[in-house]
């Protein structure tokens, strides 16, 4: 079990800029992580990966604003979100994914709340 601890959310207008980070506990250089979102009345959904090499993928909601970068040595994986929209607005989470199915492996942390509203 590896505790990952995210930070970063707040309120924004529509059309900013907001960056997120998963801080974990141990290592997880070797693990594929996952960006993930819950919006209000939502199941919880996949943002992104990315891989222990760093490549990532990224759902269609958000391809093209949203950028996943991790840095191992901190530990530490970043979510980078520009043009946001009111439907980004959710509890963002992360954790390891599994390369087979890309679920998540560890227990869930409190996430971040991000709410972008006029």
């Known amino acids: 079990q590896v505790q990952l601890v995210e930070s970063g959310g707040g309120l924004v207008q529509p059309g900013g800029s907001l960056r997120l980070s998963c801080v974990a506990s141990g290592f997880f250089n070797m693990y594929a992580m996952g960006w993930y979102r819950q919006a209000p009345g939502k199941q919880r959904e996949l943002v992104g990966t990315i891989t222990s090499g760093g490549s990532t993928n990224y759902a269609d909601s958000v391809k093209g604003r949203f950028t996943i970068s991790r840095d191992n040595a901190k530990n530490t994986v970043y979510l980078q979100m520009n043009s946001l929209k009111p439907e980004d607005t959710a509890v963002y989470y992360c954790?390891?994914?599994?390369?087979?199915?890309?679920?998540?492996?560890?227990?869930w942390g409190q996430g971040t709340q991000v709410t972008v509203s006029s």
């Open positions: 954790n390891r994914n599994r390369r087979t199915d890309w679920g998540p492996i560890d227990s």
